[in-house]
């Protein structure tokens, strides 16, 4: 059985390794942002919301948006 390109129409039919690199940045922010909720150190907080911030500012990077990074 051979697949289509209209099987996965929400797919991207080119690899990028912007993309994979952006999953993977959002998906440690995601970490970060639990890490930061569950965190009852303020120290730790705001270490945990400035790596949050560089991630973010990584993602926008990743999505060619400079001007907003």
Known sequence: MML??????NLPLEFN????????FCFLLIIVNIY????????????LMSLSSLI???CYLLMDAPDVA
Request: hydrophobic share 60%; charged share 5%.
């Open 4 to 9: 289509s390109a209209n099987y996965f129409p």
């Open 17 to 24: 390794i912007a993309n994979v690199f952006l999953y993977i």
């Open 36 to 47: 930061l909720a569950l965190s009852f150190n303020l120290l730790k907080s705001i270490l």
């Open 56 to 58: 973010i500012c990584i």
